[in-house]
């Protein structure tokens, strides 16, 4: 009979360690799961989510950013987004982490901050994997998590979001679920953070933070005609100029008074070269 009790705790105990990994996993995926070339792999190793190849399910799923085509300058935060979507599915994960596409990368790169703590999360440890909570696994049809990022203060070039998303069909285990993996790049805008800007045209832009005239002034080396492009971080352009410049100081000014507070992005176009700055206007 006290083996019978034995074997019978034994078996309850196994029953109890198995719902709590159920729900840990419900509750996020272990770092080293987002599918980046740091990371292990995804979810789908031995013993886990294995009953399919990656990406083979029927779902949609995706992650964007809402950084401008231009790319990011140091310092900067985006919003970051995955999403699933498959009919009938009801129970989703995922894990996403940023690394800088320099093939020499072995750490997370910029910042993460959690803007949903009901739904997302971060694992402990050094590098920054976001994850969901066990609140921020269900949804009928469809899931979203968003977070924000922010570049790294230093720029480190182009720099790309990876995440791995489980797609699952709510038995209880990790049998007969799907992973798939996606990723998406933000690119560093040329000229900012480790680059100069100085080359053919010594500029310089001023002030910033404006509210009304902007003065760009120009150390002119060679006769050159260039151009002045003007962008917000959607990428609309708001201002140009064309002019020539002969060798000596140059200046203008352009009038930012009806412009909208925010980050622009100044481009000087030459026959030989194009560089940037950034310009901040307040009202």
């Given at each position: 009979?006290?083996?019978?009790?034995?074997?019978?705790?034994?078996?309850?105990?196994?029953?109890m360690?198995?719902?709590?990994?159920?729900?840990s996993?419900?509750?996020?995926?272990?770092?080293?799961?987002?599918?980046?070339?740091?990371?292990?792999?995804t979810?789908?190793?031995s013993?886990?989510?294995?009953?399919?190849?990656?990406?083979?399910?029927?779902?949609?799923?995706?992650?964007?950013t809402?950084?401008?085509?231009?790319?990011y300058?140091?310092?900067?935060?985006f919003?970051?987004?995955?999403?699933?979507?498959?009919t009938?599915k009801?129970?989703?994960?995922?894990?996403?982490i940023?690394?800088?596409?320099?093939?020499?990368?072995?750490?997370?790169?910029?910042?993460?901050?959690?803007?949903?703590?009901?739904?997302?999360?971060?694992?402990?440890?050094?590098?920054?994997?976001?994850?969901?909570?066990?609140?921020?696994?269900?949804?009928?049809?469809?899931?979203?998590?968003?977070?924000?990022?922010?570049?790294?203060?230093?720029?480190?070039?182009?720099?790309?979001?990876?995440?791995?998303?489980?797609?699952?069909?709510?038995?209880?285990?990790?049998?007969?679920d799907?992973?798939?993996?996606?990723?998406?790049?933000?690119?560093?805008?040329?000229?900012?953070?480790?680059?100069?800007?100085?080359?053919?045209?010594a500029?310089?832009?001023?002030?910033?933070?404006?509210?009304?005239?902007?003065?760009?002034?120009?150390?002119v080396?060679?006769?050159?005609?260039?151009?002045?492009?003007?962008?917000?971080?959607?990428?609309?352009?708001?201002?140009?100029?064309?002019?020539?410049?002969?060798?000596?100081?140059?200046?203008?000014?352009?009038?930012?008074?009806?412009?909208?507070?925010?980050?622009y992005?100044?481009?000087?176009?030459?026959?030989?070269?194009?560089?940037?700055?950034?310009l901040?206007?307040?009202?």
């Open positions: 009979m006290k083996k019978t009790y034995f074997i019978s705790f034994l078996f309850i105990s196994f029953l360690t198995l719902g709590l990994q159920l729900i996993n419900g509750g996020g995926a272990p770092s080293g799961r987002a599918g980046s070339p740091i990371d292990v792999g979810c789908k190793v013993g886990c989510h294995n009953s399919f190849e990656l990406n083979t399910g029927g779902a949609d799923v995706s992650i964007t809402n950084a401008p085509a231009a790319g300058m140091p310092g900067e935060t919003t970051i987004t995955v999403k699933a979507k498959e009938g009801r129970r989703f994960g995922f894990e996403a940023a690394v800088a596409a320099d093939p020499s990368s072995t750490t997370s790169a910029g910042n993460v901050t959690i803007t949903d703590a009901n739904r997302t999360k971060l694992n402990p440890g050094a590098n920054q994997y976001v994850t969901q909570t066990l609140s921020g696994n269900s949804g009928t049809d469809s899931i979203s998590w968003s977070f924000d990022w922010t570049a790294p203060a230093t720029a480190v070039g182009p720099v790309v979001f990876y995440s791995a998303i489980n797609v699952t069909n709510a038995n209880g285990n990790t049998a007969g799907h992973i798939y993996t996606r990723r998406d790049t933000i690119l560093q805008v040329p000229g900012t953070g480790i680059e100069t800007v100085k080359e053919i045209l500029a310089k832009l001023f002030p910033s933070p404006a509210s009304d005239l902007v003065r760009l002034e120009l150390d080396q060679d006769y050159t005609a260039f151009e002045v492009k003007v962008s917000d971080l959607s990428g609309r352009q708001v201002f140009s100029l064309e002019d020539d410049a002969y060798p000596g100081p140059y200046a203008t000014t352009f009038d930012v008074s009806d412009w909208k507070t925010g980050i992005l100044v481009s000087l176009h030459t026959g030989r070269e194009v560089s940037h700055q950034k901040t206007v307040v009202h």
